[in-house]
């Protein structure tokens, strides 16, 4: 498989002079699954910050599908992020919109054509499995369906690269397996690729992807099929 991420001499420094990340290297092909791994401020959740340009680096270059994103213009990164899934711990779906048009609304800012709109919201919202919840409200939902809501979102115009920034945060452990089970799914209908950012010990051992764990803010142990290894991190 070709790589679709690649990033070289990656360096990250805050204003306030704490450095996140140091040095990193790190190749992703088309299609993995990748676990992020790492504890409270190990530089997992600056990584995907600086892969959808929320943050940039000091140093070094972030090459996704052969675009430098390091050095994106300011003006040019809303293009980046429209060829890009995200998916947040807090679910950032509009209370006030039904779940259907939470998921239509990510194509209606970029202009889609109505009868396009419905059948990409649909066929987004059956993938996650909520084709039976489309009129109801966000807090008419449980927290994992609320996040299958939001990774329907993030799916709907179909991304080659989707990026989870520990989407299990704020679920059960039941609702946490149902979510990344989903997302395995997309991962394998789509062949999208999907880099996740967990703290989530007991999901990253039952699926058994490729785990990347990150330390104080440097690639400590990467396993093809890996575990949760604690002293790692």
Known sequence: MAELITLTGVNKKYKNGVTAIYDLDL????????????????????????????????????????????????SKVYKLR???GIVF??????????????????????????????????????????????????????????????????????????????PTGNLDPKMSLEVVKVLEDINKTTGATIIMATHDKEIVNKFKKRVVAIKQGRIVKDYEEGKYDNESI
């Open 27 to 74: 190749s992703i092909k088309k299609g993995e699954f990748v676990f992020i791994i790492g504890g409270s401020g190990s530089g997992k959740s600056t990584l995907i910050k600086m892969l959808y340009r929320e943050e940039k680096p000091n140093k070094g270059e972030i090459s996704i599908g052969g675009i430098n994103v390091a050095k994106l213009r300011n």
């Open 82 to 84: 429209r060829r890009l």
């Open 89 to 166: 711990q807090d679910y950032r779906l509009l209370p006030k919109l039904t779940v259907y048009e939470n998921v239509a609304f990510a194509l209606e800012v970029i202009g889609t054509k109505s009868n396009e709109i419905r059948i990409k919201t649909l066929r987004a919202l059956e993938l996650v499995g909520l084709k039976g919840k489309i009129r109801n409200y966000p807090d008419e939902l449980s927290g994992g369906e609320q996040q299958r809501v939001a990774i329907a979102r993030a799916i709907v115009n179909n991304p080659k690269l989707i990026l989870c920034d520990e």
